[in-house]
């Protein structure tokens, strides 16, 4: 019993030595800067995958951000392909030139956000509605920029740890 113990404690170990960190991409092009990029209206295409890969929900979104110098402000349109509508509305302050922290009325404390490269990665705790109860699940949410117009989301949530489901989402700036 021991040994499985220490078997599958060291496989986590490996495993998480193995997560991308936002500074590996940091010499890499081009550069994302989150409040540029958001600025002004961006439409986005996303699916819900469950743990075992399953689509379970498609969604369109608008997006129009504001940007004042220091914070965006984002409010988010989606409309799910089950009919359901949802909104957010972000406020995206500028730490300094990599770090960034963000508030949402679902969202459980303050979100963190890293800026390297064509990457911004984002991690919060979002309420999320199941079953009429808000349930916290944890989002490591990464945006990487293809050109000027075009970034791709991908983001997995989990509960204690496991994860219950994967996001991707394709954004095109107007």
Not at 85 to 102: F, M, P
Not at 129 to 158: C, H, L, S, Y
Request: with cysteine; hydrophobic share 40%.
């Amino acid at each position: 019993m021991k040994t499985i113990f220490i078997i599958i404690f060291t496989i986590f170990l490996a495993g998480c030595a193995k997560d991308m960190k936002p500074t590996d991409f940091k010499n890499q092009k081009p550069r994302l800067i989150i409040e540029d990029y958001l600025q002004g209206n961006v439409k986005a295409w996303g699916v819900l995958q469950n743990r075992s890969g399953k689509v379970t929900r498609q969604f369109k979104a608008d997006l129009n951000g504001k940007w004042d110098g220091n914070t965006l402000i984002l409010d988010e349109l989606f409309n799910w392909n089950d009919g359901e509508k949802q909104t957010r509305k972000w406020t995206i302050k500028k730490i300094d030139e990599h770090n960034y922290e963000g508030t949402a009325s679902d969202v459980v404390g303050k979100a963190i956000g890293y800026s390297y490269g064509p990457a911004f990665k984002f991690e919060y705790v979002l309420l999320v509605p199941v079953k009429g109860k808000n349930i916290k699940i944890t989002f490591d949410d990464w945006i990487f920029m293809q050109d000027e117009r075009v970034a791709i989301n991908r983001a997995t949530m989990t509960k204690f740890g496991i994860k219950v489901a994967e996001l991707t989402v394709m954004f095109i700036k107007d």
